[in-house]
């Protein structure tokens, strides 16, 4: 089963954007709990599978977050699906999920499955467009994330800035009503700065595309491990 319940730090990998060798190899052994493999767009069983061969050489646990049923790939320590709580079409929150335990199910060990409860949070976002997602105030946002630890009793909220740096107060006010339901926070995360402001209230920051963007930077990131 897994336990998650200590990851601190997390970085995400884009199968559709590209890193060196180099580069992965000081991700995968930079002491970051876990590694997720995930995006929105673009996302091909063959990108999933190169970075999977790339990152398994090594002991950091990998996790899938499944957004693409036709890149889903065994080998993985764990699946993440994401159920998009603000979003106005069904289909974002259940049916693509459905579609792909359907499809799957024979096959999946459910003991390596979890679900997570997204919110997201930037309009810019590209899964905000494609999941038609609605903005949430604060007490929207708090009543998902109570939705999500006494309703649903999913392992993890997920506030989701992708692309931008989020609102530290809104993580804030969330923080006193999940204690079962592990916080997660996401989004635009470039300095160690950032990542240490977040990880004030969140149980576990996401660092992404500063990887992409300032990779030196990025990588500091990690040292929230220590610090927090
Ligand atoms: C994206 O939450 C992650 O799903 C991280 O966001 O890419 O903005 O770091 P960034």
Redesign the pocket.
């Known amino acids: 089963m897994l336990d998650s319940s200590t990851w601190r730090h997390v970085f ?1 990998l884009d199968p559709a954007k590209a890193l060196t060798d180099e580069q992965l190899d000081q991700v995968c052994t930079s002491g970051t709990d876990a590694i997720i493999v ?1 995006g929105t767009d673009q996302i091909t069983l063959d990108g999933v599978l190169d970075l999977l061969s790339h990152i398994r050489r090594f002991e950091v646990p990998v996790v899938l977050e499944v957004t693409n049923k036709d890149a889903i790939s065994p080998g993985f320590d764990y699946y993440f699906i994401p159920l998009v709580l603000n979003a106005t079409n069904k289909k974002w929150m259940m049916d693509v999920q459905h579609e792909a335990i359907k499809t799957f199910g024979p096959m999946i060990n459910f003991d390596q499955v979890s679900a997570e409860g997204y919110c997201i949070m930037n309009p810019e976002a590209k899964a905000y467009k494609k999941a038609q997602c609605r903005l949430p105030d604060k007490e929207d946002v708090i009543a998902y994330a109570k939705m999500t630890e006494h309703v649903f009793h999913l392992p993890f909220f997920y506030l ?5 740096y989020g609102d530290v107060e809104l993580l804030k006010a969330i923080r006193p009503h999940l204690k079962e339901t592990q916080l997660i926070y ?4 470039y300095t160690l700065a950032d990542a240490e402001k977040m990880a004030a209230y969140a149980d576990t920051v ?5 990887l992409y963007t300032d990779f030196k930077q990025a990588i500091k990131t990690v040292q929230i491990k220590q610090i927090t």
Do not use: D, H, L, P
């Open positions: 995400k995930g989701e800035y992708s692309g931008t996401g989004g635009g995360i996401v660092v992404g595309n500063s």
